[in-house]
């Protein structure tokens, strides 16, 4: 009687760890399916903050007084919604307001300062850098 009620308490036990044991892997799963999103959501954030500094030098290099303030403005309305959507420590770039000044600048001269700036240029290989971590290249 005592052999019978030890295996069938232990063959409770070894079903109470099985459920156990597939409870841990659902919730690793879980974690990990989670960790996945979070970390496309950053390739996408670091990803579109790239896209804003290759429009800056694209604005650098075409742009005169005639056409900086139709080609600036866009950019300004991207920054912004980007910057409210994002921490830039998450995003491992070293933030300064060089790149504020460049996107708020009132006109080419004063823009092209701030592309020169070597404030800029920092934030801009921190970029590069991060991006070249996630992409590999």
């Given at each position: 009687?005592k ?7 232990l ?19 879980q ?10 959501e ?12 290759t429009?800056i030098?694209?604005?650098?290099t075409?742009a005169?007084e ?9 950019l ?14 998450q ?15 009132a ?6 300062q ?18 070249k ?5």
């Amino acid at each position: 009687m005592k052999k019978r009620f030890l295996c069938v308490t232990l063959g409770v036990l070894l079903l109470s760890g099985c459920g156990l044991v597939d409870q841990t892997i659902q919730e690793g799963k879980q974690a990990i399916e989670e960790g996945t999103k979070v970390i496309q959501e950053g390739a996408q954030s670091i990803q579109s903050v790239a896209n804003i500094t290759t429009e800056i030098d694209r604005i650098y290099t075409t742009a005169t007084e005639q056409t900086f303030n139709e080609m600036i403005e866009p950019l300004r309305q991207e920054y912004q919604n980007l910057t409210s959507a994002i921490s830039w420590d998450q995003l491992g770039v070293e933030f300064n307001t060089s790149v504020q000044e460049v996107i708020n600048s009132a006109n080419l001269e004063t823009f092209k300062q701030w592309v020169e700036s070597e404030a800029y240029q920092q934030f801009n290989q921190s970029v590069d850098s991060v991006v070249k971590n996630i992409t590999g290249q």
